[in-house]
Structure formats: C-alpha cells, structure tokens
C-alpha cells in the first residue's frame, strides 16, 4: 500500500541525508520521476529515488550512502549490479518500498544546483532528462506506463530534448526516435490498461483523465513532431 504523505517524507529523509554530506553532494546527480516531482512540479507521485554517478565509483565511499539509506530504511536487498548500486528497503511493514538506485555508465549529461529546503542538490537539466526518459520508453524490456506520463507532461511543459543523447543511445536522430513512439502509441489495444503501475500514484481527477485522455494527447505530441 502506498501512502503518498509518509512516502514523500522517507524520500525526503533519504535526499537530506546523501547531500548534507559534503563528500557526496557533488558526485550524485539526481534524476528521475521523484527529481521531476520535487523540482519541475509533476503531478503524479513518484516512488523511488534515481541518481548518476558524476565521479569514477573509486572515488565514492559507498559505506556513506548504506549509512544515509539506513537512517529511513530497513534494508531488504543491496546489490552492486553491472552498471548500477541498488538499495531495497522498507520504512514500516505493509507499505510501499523504497529503492535507491544510482547509475554507473556514463553519459555527456549535465547537471544544475538546485535547492531542496536549504540544501544544495545537483539535478539533471530537464533537457537530459527528457532525452533519457524518452529513451526509457522502448530501452525497458517491459512498456511502463509511468514513462508515458512522464513524457507527456514534458512535453506538455515545452521541456528541451538533448538530441545527441537519443542518438548516442539509440543510434537514432530525434524525428526517427519520436516515429517509433509514435508507432508504439498506435499498436495499444483500445482496452490497454493504462493505469497499471500509474493509477496509485495519480489523484483521483488526474486518474480520470488519463484513463480517458492520455494516449490520444501523448499521440497529438508525437504526430506533432515527426
């Protein structure tokens, strides 16, 4: 069960704890669905929390981030994938979990200081992270619906997009890329469920109107652009 109040409290706990360190606040880029939900006002909740690694993992004390991790949760899961450091933790049973997640390949991204209530945080440009959620999309090996939103209120928003980051990911120009979106929107079946893995996050207004709304606009984007 996720209760939206005391999930955005633990996320924010954990955010304070890993960038009031000054050994760390400067080799973390915060990304993702929740970076979009506390600085770029998106209005559906997101649940995790997505970092780069700016520096080489040699030059990062990991044992910082467990400590920062383990003031919120309890931890259930750690792992040091190929290309990623996972945290999987639970702040009180029967609730939503939490995972941290930072990314270790390494992309010509860019980053911002931005303030989170009196600390400093290092925030993706809106036009990388627009680029790489655009990319998500068809990289994942299963559709999430939360990507769909996601790029629909960023487009909705007038975000910039980083061309050469597609490219460099996909191989792709940017019209090409935005086809194949285009063409995945279409192949949905009309009784496609839209809301799997995205009503519990969304108002009941906003869930309405996604049920309804949100392919045909998300499609009216696209078109738009190729």
Same mark, same amino acid.
């Given at each position: 069960?996720?209760n %939206?109040?005391?999930?955005?409290? !633990?996320?924010?706990?954990?955010? $304070?704890?890993?960038?009031?360190?000054?050994?760390?606040?400067?080799?973390?880029?915060?990304?993702?669905?929740?970076s +979009?939900?506390?600085?770029?006002?998106?209005?559906?909740?997101?649940?995790?929390?997505?970092?780069?690694? $700016?520096?080489?993992?040699?030059?990062?004390?990991?044992?910082? $981030?467990d400590?920062?991790?383990?003031?919120?949760?309890? %931890?259930?899961?750690?792992?040091?994938?190929?290309?990623?450091?996972?945290?999987?933790?639970?702040?009180?049973?029967?609730?939503? @979990?939490?995972?941290?997640?930072?990314?270790?390949?390494?992309?010509?991204?860019?980053?911002?200081?931005?303030?989170?209530?009196?600390? *400093? !945080?290092l925030?993706?440009?809106?036009?990388?992270?627009?680029?790489?959620?655009l990319?998500?999309?068809?990289?994942?090996?299963? =559709?999430?619906?939360?990507?769909?939103?996601?790029?629909?209120?960023?487009?909705? @928003?007038?975000?910039?997009?980083?061309?050469? %980051?597609?490219?460099?990911?996909?191989?792709?120009?940017?019209?090409?890329?935005?086809?194949? +979106?285009?063409?995945?929107?279409?192949?949905?079946?009309?009784?496609?469920? $839209? =809301? *799997?893995?995205?009503?519990?996050?969304? *108002?009941?207004?906003?869930?309405?109107?996604?049920?309804?709304?949100?392919? %045909?606009?998300?499609?009216?984007?696209l078109? *738009?652009?190729?």
């Amino acid at each position: 069960m996720l209760n %939206i109040d005391k999930h955005k409290q !633990v996320l924010s706990k954990i955010l $304070i704890d890993l960038v009031r360190q000054k050994s760390l606040v400067s080799k973390l880029g915060f990304k993702g669905g929740t970076s +979009l939900f506390f600085f770029y006002g998106l209005d559906r909740f997101s649940t995790d929390l997505d970092f780069d690694l $700016i520096t080489d993992i040699k030059d990062l004390d990991i044992s910082l $981030i467990d400590g920062a991790v383990n003031k919120s949760l309890d %931890i259930l899961d750690k792992r040091k994938k190929r290309y990623t450091l996972f945290w999987l933790g639970s702040y009180e049973k029967g609730l939503q @979990k939490v995972k941290v997640e930072i990314n270790l390949r390494k992309f010509p991204n860019e980053y911002e200081v931005k303030d989170f209530r009196g600390y *400093s !945080v290092l925030v993706m440009k809106p036009e990388f992270m627009f680029a790489h959620k655009l990319c998500a999309v068809l990289d994942r090996k299963n =559709l999430q619906n939360r990507d769909l939103y996601d790029i629909w209120f960023m487009f909705e @928003k007038n975000f910039s997009i980083n061309k050469d %980051i597609i490219k460099l990911r996909l191989g792709k120009g940017l019209k090409e890329y935005l086809g194949d +979106l285009l063409k995945l929107v279409d192949s949905l079946s009309k009784d496609y469920d $839209i =809301l *799997s893995g995205l009503g519990e996050v969304l *108002s009941k207004s906003k869930k309405d109107w996604v049920k309804s709304k949100l392919l %045909i606009e998300l499609r009216a984007q696209l078109a *738009s652009r190729v």
